[in-house]
């Protein structure tokens, strides 16, 4: 694997090494990148993932690059391509990036020197939140096929459904979507939050993404229509778990009080994007040595030239 882009590059095979990779790495395995250089660059605000690949990038023991785009010469008016074509050039191994063009990641596959990870593109895919929360799952029920996961809430606009949904379909879960009019995509199957809670094993609930909507009002009483109560998290059946990649809007997509409650796994889905994060940033590494050490360390071009 050379970039991490999209879900649909990735082999069941290859999730689930990564599962099992970022599940060792959870059980304290080492694995150091020592020296090699990892650059994030978000040019749409995060808090978590941004924090989370520097929490893993650090134990790895890489040299961290965090690229404030004010300060850029992205804002000089220079090409995306052209900032990672020079991250490339001055040794870089992999580059993080957020940015809000849906599908705009896929001509800098074309740099083979460094490795790019899509950590969100508008409304287009999340793929390392996708890989934390199938992690979560995983660890929770160690498999995926026979799991009802209903994805609830802003799927239009929201990234993070549009990985899950095409994964999870992929390792074989029953995926199912809730969801106002408003929000829908045509082509799935929609079943009321109440229908949800009953049959769901996984229920993953979803931030509105205000900022992407081309309309400013709110839904009225979106967590009594929509949004998982108390009433309705009693209904849920006894083994299920409930998820959100966050931020979340307490009282709106979930009632504040069972943003920790038993069932939920939200902190630990944080807790969990550490390692998946590491898992990734490891195979990816991993990936430029075998094939012929497509990255020449900076000590042997001196050398070669001396
Ligand atoms: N943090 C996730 C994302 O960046 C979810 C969200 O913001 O709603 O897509």
């Known amino acids: 694997m050379n970039h991490l882009l999209t879900?649909?590059?990735?082999?069941?095979?290859?999730?689930?090494?990564?599962?099992?990779?970022?599940?060792?790495?959870?059980?304290?395995?080492?694995?150091?990148w020592k020296g090699r250089f990892a650059a994030n660059l978000f040019l749409e605000p995060s808090t978590?993932?941004?924090?989370?690949?520097?929490?893993?990038?650090?134990?790895?023991?890489?040299?961290?690059?965090?690229m404030e785009?004010?300060?850029?010469?992205?804002?000089?008016?220079?090409?995306?391509?052209?900032?990672?074509?020079?991250?490339?050039?001055?040794?870089?191994?992999i580059l993080v990036i957020r940015q809000s063009e849906r599908d705009s990641l896929q001509e800098l596959s074309e740099?083979?020197?460094?490795?790019?990870?899509?950590a969100g593109d508008g409304t287009g895919e999340h793929p390392t939140q996708s890989l934390l929360d199938l992690f979560t799952i995983y660890e929770e029920f160690g498999c995926f096929k026979g799991l009802t996961v209903t994805i609830a809430g802003d799927i239009k606009h929201s990234r993070v459904a549009r990985s899950n949904a095409y994964a999870l379909k992929q390792l074989g879960a029953e995926v199912q979507f809730s969801s106002p009019d408003e929000w829908k995509e045509p082509g799935k199957t929609y079943v009321t939050m109440d229908e949800a809670v009953a049959s769901s094993d996984v229920l993953m609930l979803l931030r509105i993404?205000?900022?992407?909507?081309?309309?400013?009002?709110?839904?009225?009483?979106?967590?009594?229509?929509?949004?998982?109560?108390?009433?309705?998290?009693?209904?849920?059946k006894s083994h299920s778990i409930i998820l959100h990649p966050a931020p979340v809007n307490r009282g709106v997509e979930i009632d504040s009080a069972l943003v920790e409650c038993q069932k939920s796994r939200i902190f630990t889905q944080m807790n969990n994007g550490v390692y998946m994060r590491m898992a990734i940033?490891?195979?990816?590494?991993?990936?430029?040595?075998?094939?012929?050490?497509?990255?020449?360390?900076?000590?042997?071009e001196l050398f070669a030239t001396m």
């Open 7 to 32: 879900m649909d590059q990735l082999s069941n095979r290859m999730i689930y090494s990564l599962l099992e990779n970022a599940g060792r790495m959870k059980r304290g395995e080492q694995k150091t």
């Open 48 to 66: 978590r993932t941004r924090q989370s690949f520097h929490v893993a990038e650090r134990r790895m023991q890489m040299e961290v690059l965090e």
């Open 69 to 93: 785009a004010e300060q850029s010469s992205l804002l000089k008016g220079e090409s995306l391509y052209d900032s990672v074509r020079t991250l490339e050039a001055i040794g870089t191994d």
């Open 111 to 118: 740099c083979k020197g460094i490795s790019i990870i899509n």
């Open 209 to 236: 993404q205000k900022e992407r909507h081309d309309w400013e009002g709110d839904i009225p009483d979106y967590l009594t229509d929509y949004g998982l109560t108390k009433e309705r998290e009693r209904r849920m």
């Open 281 to 300: 940033i490891d195979e990816l590494m991993g990936g430029k040595h075998n094939e012929n050490n497509k990255c020449v360390p900076m000590e042997r």
